[in-house]
Structures are given as structure tokens and as C-alpha cells.
């Protein structure tokens, strides 16, 4: 007969199966997981660029003069960003529809978050490290980029404007 090990610490044998349902959901799930993490080829991020954070106003790419939206000689975009209490920088970006770009994000203190409502667009951004999304935005309007992490009391008025334009209004705009 099968020794149940559960005997030690239950008594209750209604409450010992039910106590083994839940250990083989749980192991059923986590294998469910691990297979489409692997099935989907799903990784963590590879782009590890450390920086330093506390000088991340002096350095050329995070200076305030080189925030905003660049063109790029692709044709792609790249959208250089700093995440600080409580904002980020610039708080307006435009960008045509359909179009790559490359979100390079900084945090100047704390542990932020970056997330774009009703898009792919989201990611942690680590003090000492840049975030690096690529993506596009295949429709047009506005949106909002809101800090999904909590980084203190001003973390609910913590936010940027995006605005996708018609792929025809074209250039690149901070």
C-alpha cells in the first residue's frame, strides 16, 4: 500500500488528498510554463549595457540636449528616455505609425518600470543598467507610458505622453 508522508503532519485524510490535489497542480502548472517558455523560445533580456547612474546626466547619450526621438540611418527611430522621480523624460514623444524604434531607457535613482496601455511596450528599467525594447506601433493615438513599478510616493503621477502619428506626418519629434 502507498505510505502517504503527508501522515506525519495530517491526520485528516480528506485533507491530505486535498493537499496532494494542490502539489500536483502546482507541479502540472510549472511544467506547463516551463514548456512554453521553452516552445516560445521566451528569454531573458540579452541587452545587458551598464551605466553609471549616478553621473547619468553627464554621460552622451542620457545629456538632456540627446533625450527625445532620433532618426536613424535605417530609417528606424530610437527613443532615448530617463526614468527619475517622478517622471520621465521628455514627457512628449511622437512617433510615426508602423515604424521601428528602439526605446533606450535610463533610471536615475530608483528601481522604475515602463509600460505602454494596449501595446507590446513594456519593461523594467534597473538603476546601473539600460533597458534597451525594440517595437513598433502599428495604429495611431495617444498614449500614456506609465511607471508599473512602485518607486515611491509620487509613483501614481509618474508618466509620458506618446503620440503615434500617421505614418505620412512623418519625422521625429522630442
Not at 527613443?79 to 505609425?97: D, K, M, N, S
Amino acid at each position: 500500500m502507498f505510505n502517504d508522508p503527508l501522515r506525519a503532519i495530517c491526520d485528516d485524510p480528506l485533507e491530505r488528498k486535498w493537499i496532494w490535489i494542490s502539489l500536483v497542480l502546482a507541479v502540472v502548472m510549472g511544467g506547463l510554463l516551463g514548456f512554453y517558455a521553452v516552445a516560445s523560445n521566451l528569454n531573458p533580456p540579452s541587452n545587458v549595457e551598464t551605466i553609471d547612474s549616478s553621473r547619468l546626466h553627464l554621460t552622451q547619450e542620457f545629456a538632456e540636449d540627446n533625450l527625445g526621438v532620433k532618426n536613424q540611418p535605417d530609417g528606424s527611430l530610437r527613443v532615448t528616455l530617463v526614468a527619475a522621480r517622478y517622471g520621465f523624460y521628455p514627457q512628449h514623444i511622437e512617433v510615426p505609425a508602423d515604424t521601428p524604434v528602439t526605446f533606450r531607457i535610463a533610471s536615475a535613482d530608483v528601481l522604475h518600470g515602463v509600460h505602454v496601455p494596449f501595446t507590446n511596450m513594456t519593461t523594467m528599467i534597473v538603476p546601473g543598467y539600460i533597458s534597451e525594447v525594440q517595437t513598433r506601433f502599428p495604429r495611431t493615438g495617444e498614449f500614456s507610458l506609465l511607471c508599473n513599478e512602485y518607486c515611491g510616493l509620487g509613483h501614481d503621477s509618474m508618466w509620458s505622453r506618446l503620440v503615434v502619428v500617421p505614418k505620412s506626418a512623418g519625422g521625429a519629434s522630442s
